[in-house]
């Protein structure tokens, strides 16, 4: 009997150590990009709970890795909830990219980096096209879509 206690108790206990755990105070989270409209550039916003520095090193796909850095800005951000969380948003335009071209980043500061993340600054030919993926809501459970829009992108087709 007492074994059976001893992991139902263990596994009881088992959501709240997951929930219990705190977060990594100056670790980014919540990492994207967007393109801000200029040739050669590209944006990196990311959110940190504590207030840190705000940084991106990257370099070209098979280069010198983080040949290149760049710094940006930080907005406090307060929760509308009855916490009132505050969380701090990051944001770095990087400038002068090479047309196409695709570049290993990560972004954060000395006290905690992202992993490695890789983009493709945007073809500036005339005749280039760009190929969307548009999705919203996919869901947690039974999420259909997923798996083939992972593949697809990591098989370059957006
Ligand atoms: C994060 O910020 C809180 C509140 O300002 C502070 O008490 C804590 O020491 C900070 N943690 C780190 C790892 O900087
Ligand atoms: C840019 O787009 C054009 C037109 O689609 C294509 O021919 C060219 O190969 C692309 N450039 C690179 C470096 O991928």
Redesign the pocket.
């Known amino acids: 009997m007492a074994p059976v206690h001893a992991a139902c108790a263990l596994l009881s206990l088992a959501p709240l150590l997951v929930l219990g755990v705190p977060p990594i105070?100056?670790q980014p989270e919540q990492v994207h990009l967007s393109y801000p409209g200029v040739p050669g550039s590209m944006v990196v916003t990311w959110t940190t709970?504590?207030k840190t520095e705000t940084k991106v090193e990257y370099g070209l796909l098979g280069g010198r890795p983080f040949e290149m850095s760049a710094k940006g800005d930080v907005t406090l951000f307060v929760d509308s909830g009855v916490e009132k969380r505050k969380m701090f948003i990051h944001r770095v335009t990087l400038k002068g990219l090479k047309p196409a071209a695709t570049y290993v980043y990560h972004c954060g500061s000395d006290?905690g980096w992202s992993d490695m993340f890789t983009f493709t600054a945007l073809n500036d030919s005339t005749s280039f096209s760009p190929r969307f993926a548009l999705y919203g809501d996919l869901g947690n459970e039974n999420p259909q879509s997923l798996a083939r829009l992972q593949k697809e992108t990591q098989l370059g087709m957006y």
């Open positions: 105070w100056t709970f504590n006290d």
